[in-house]
């Protein structure tokens, strides 16, 4: 079965402290992983590819295959990190994504 | 540009209704997807249309139908409304099948009393 799973709801951190949002998969083969947000009032977006190897807006996620998870890192936590954070695979049937429950993370001043 | 647009924003139906969500995907995008986001959860894949034609379909039960019109906007329709069908509804159009691709809209926010 392929599921994501993000056990915390709601992680709350002080702004300038560093920030880890958890994310486990299981999944059959190699997956391919996205970490979405959702910030207040707009619509969800694209946050960052584990393909692309890329850093957005200070945060990265690093593909841990033996423990199959996919952590969203931030040495550095802003105030406007504030949202809604959706970790997600593409399916292995079809181009479809199957994401985690979420979890809103809330940085405070 | 013109990102993703739905319609109507939110309504109320009873139970045993039918509705009609619609969905006007972004310019050059020939692919359209929905899924379900009930209360506390992530979204849920419904199904996808790509070039007018249903390309995938999630666990759901066949009384959500859904078609893609020549314009690439969709229609995500539902019959026999049930109480657990109260969710937001979300469009996701992509230029092709990549899901990365995937813009969404804002959603429809459907409650089934």
């Known amino acids: 079965a392929q599921r994501v799973t993000q056990p915390e709801k709601l992680l709350s951190v002080f702004k300038g402290a560093p920030v880890e949002l958890k994310c486990n998969y299981s999944y059959s083969g190699s997956p391919e992983l996205f970490w979405y947000v959702q910030y207040s009032r707009q619509r969800l977006q694209l946050l960052l590819r584990?393909?692309s190897r890329e850093s957005i807006k200070g945060f990265t996620a690093d593909l841990n295959k033996g423990e199959t998870s996919f952590h969203l890192k931030k040495p550095f936590a802003q105030e406007e990190d504030s949202a809604m954070y959706y970790c997600?695979?593409?399916?292995?049937?079809?181009?479809?994504?199957?994401f985690g429950a979420g979890t809103i993370l809330r940085v405070k001043s | 540009e013109t990102g993703v647009t739905q319609s109507p924003t939110h309504l109320i139906k009873t139970r045993g209704q039918q509705v009609t969500l619609r969905c006007s995907s972004q310019s050059g995008h020939n692919t359209v997807s929905w899924y379900q986001q009930a209360l506390g959860q992530g979204p849920q894949f419904i199904f996808q249309y790509y070039r007018e034609e249903e390309n995938g379909r999630g666990n759901f039960p066949p009384r959500f139908s859904g078609l893609q019109f020549p314009n690439y906007s969709s229609e995500l329709n539902v019959n026999a409304l049930e109480l657990d069908d109260s969710a937001l509804y979300l469009c996701a159009s992509s230029p092709g099948q990549a899901v990365y691709e995937q813009y969404f809209g804002p959603g429809t926010r459907l409650t089934v009393t």
């Open positions: 584990h393909i």
């Open positions: 997600a695979l593409k399916s292995l049937y079809g181009n479809k994504l199957v």
